[in-house]
């Protein structure tokens, strides 16, 4: 079992930059892939952004590349999603999850684990 708990959402205005976190617990953090993935009201829940079990390896999604980074430091067992220059279409909950591999996805339902969401919102 993998426990994750993010963390770092809130309301900032467009333009600005956010922090996400997310804390893994339970199985070895680092023999998981890890990702990013957001649901906007409404809307299905869309991938973000993914990273390999070493740091080696990073997608993104077109909507966020150049603007949002992934990082991961295996020693804290947490996974990071900075995001720069938001705009009010980044506004939803942001979801962070782990695979039972060591290698990136961009499929939600390659995901095992999944945190409880936090929530970013990008005024105008």
Same mark, same amino acid.
């Given at each position: 079992q993998v426990q994750l708990v993010e963390s770092g959402g809130g309301l900032v205005q467009a333009g600005g /930059? #956010?922090?996400l976190s997310c804390a893994a617990s339970g199985r070895t953090f680092s023999s998981n892939a890890m990702g990013w993935f957001r649901q906007a009201p409404g809307k299905e829940r869309e991938f973000v =952004? !993914? +990273? %390999? @079990?070493?740091?080696g390896i990073t997608h993104? =999604?077109? %909507?966020?590349?150049?603007?949002? !980074? +992934? /990082?991961?430091?295996? =020693?804290? %067992? !947490?996974?990071?999603?900075?995001?720069?220059?938001?705009?009010?279409?980044? *506004?939803?909950?942001?979801?962070?999850?782990?695979? +039972?591999? #060591? @290698? !990136? /996805?961009?499929?939600?339902?390659?995901?095992?684990?999944?945190? &409880?969401? *936090? &929530?970013? *919102?990008? /005024?105008s």
């Amino acid at each position: 079992q993998v426990q994750l708990v993010e963390s770092g959402g809130g309301l900032v205005q467009a333009g600005g /930059s #956010l922090r996400l976190s997310c804390a893994a617990s339970g199985r070895t953090f680092s023999s998981n892939a890890m990702g990013w993935f957001r649901q906007a009201p409404g809307k299905e829940r869309e991938f973000v =952004a !993914t +990273i %390999s @079990w070493n740091g080696g390896i990073t997608h993104y =999604a077109d %909507s966020v590349k150049g603007r949002f !980074t +992934i /990082s991961r430091d295996n =020693a804290k %067992s !947490t996974v990071y999603l900075q995001m720069n220059s938001l705009k009010p279409e980044d *506004t939803a909950i942001y979801y962070c999850a782990a695979r +039972i591999d #060591l @290698w !990136t /996805s961009v499929n939600h339902y390659q995901y095992n684990y999944w945190g &409880q969401g *936090t &929530q970013v *919102t990008v /005024s105008s």
